[in-house]
């Protein structure tokens, strides 16, 4: 009997082993709690000119996953604060519960940031257009300056942090460097675009070579996209 339980789990052992990856994918947030982690809007080898699949496919659904999970275990007993908008939540984190606060600060910031992220890229690069490179030429001189200057930005964060470029209601753009999972919501500022410079956003394929990834991210960029949260930030109606 002890052997035929044995055999059994075993089997059940292998079972579990042999249960194809692709099962597992909608496992990354777990049940409960405000915040979702959203499918990405694309296939995983979609921004392969810069980042190839498996990078996407661990940054989306475990990185991000996991802050997902923690910003719902952060809000779980703050229904508050669970009942906000994310954007609402990082503009008013010094209101935010201290003993939640930081948990919050890396959690919230991490999820608005990461989202936003997917959301610009899927593209194929080239140039903006209309307004939106009208404020480009306007505040940086032109298109090469504004890529020189956010690819400065890129590189010189000093450890694990974004570049952002931020977007205020009349439209005027500047370049700002957050550490961490810092968003410039928590400034009071909105993002019009940002790039992630951890790590693991760019190790298995580029390791040490940071400057090499953020050159090709510009070839993944979708710029109807950008050119949609500039048009949206002017409307006064951009969130994260
Ligand atoms: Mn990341």
Known sequence: MIARRSALLLAAG??????????????????G??????????ALDANEAAIDARTMELHHRFHH????????????NHPQVAA????????????????????????????A???????????????PTGDLAAAIARDFGDLPAFRTQFDRASTTLFGS????VTVTREGKLAIVQKPNQDNPLMD???????????????YLRYQNRR??????????????????????ARAGTLTI
């Open 113 to 127: 940031n990461h989202t936003m992220f997917w959301a610009i890229m899927g593209g194929k690069g080239g140039d």
């Open 188 to 202: 009071g500022t909105h993002v019009l675009m940002g790039n992630d410079v951890w790590e693991h956003a760019y």
């Open 161 to 164: 942090g974004w570049a952002f």
């Open 84 to 111: 906000m908008p994310l954007d609402q939540i990082l503009m008013k984190l010094p209101e935010m519960p201290e003993a939640v606060r930081t948990a919050i600060r890396n959690n919230g910031g991490g999820h």
């Open 211 to 232: 400057a090499e990834y953020v050159r090709n991210w510009w070839q993944v960029l979708d710029w109807d996209k950008i050119g949609a949260r500039y048009a949206a």
């Open 65 to 76: 996953g996991a802050q997902v999970a923690n910003l719902n275990a952060a809000v779980a």
């Open 14 to 31: 292998a079972a579990l082993l042999s249960v194809p990856r692709h099962v597992f994918a909608q496992a990354a947030t777990p049940p």
């Open 33 to 42: 709690g405000p915040f979702t982690l959203a499918p990405l809007p694309y």
